[in-house]
Nanobody
Framework: QVQLVESGGGLAQPGGSLRLSCLAS????????MGWYRQAPGKQRELVAE???????NYADSVKGRFTISIDNTKYTGYLQMNNLKPEDTALYYC?????????????WGWGQGTQVTVSS
């Protein structure tokens, strides 16, 4: 059984920083792909950043130059570093990932439970 657990959310002032983490628990050998999404009240869930197994990275236009996605497979953890936060970044942030679960190529795909980010003065 694999679970993704996000952490690192909280309250930040405009211009501040937060680092979100997405830890995979269970029998996991590492991540293939990972995405961070967010959903603000009354809005649809949107992709914030994604990283693929071959290292390709994409960001939403609204976060380019401010957010950085990364994976540390030695710690089974993905990260979203968020700098220069804006009030419009306020949302529930989710990670989504495909993880390797054995040596013959089996994978697991799923979502974390979300972590709240609030940007306000």
């Amino acid at each position: 059984q694999v679970q993704l657990v996000e952490s690192g959310g909280g309250l930040a002032q405009p211009g501040g920083s937060l680092r979100l983490s997405c830890l995979a628990s269970g029998t996991v050998l590492g991540f293939n792909d990972m995405g961070w999404y967010r959903q603000a009240p009354g809005k649809q869930r949107e992709l914030v950043a994604e990283i693929s197994r071959d290292g390709n990275i994409n960001y939403a236009d609204s976060v380019k130059g401010r957010f950085t996605i990364s994976i540390d497979n030695t710690k089974y953890t993905g990260y979203l570093q968020m700098n220069n936060l804006k009030p419009e970044d306020t949302a529930l942030y989710y990670c989504n990932a495909e993880a390797k679960i054995d040596l013959v190529g089996s994978t697991w795909w799923g979502w974390g439970q979300g972590t709240q980010v609030t940007v306000s003065s």
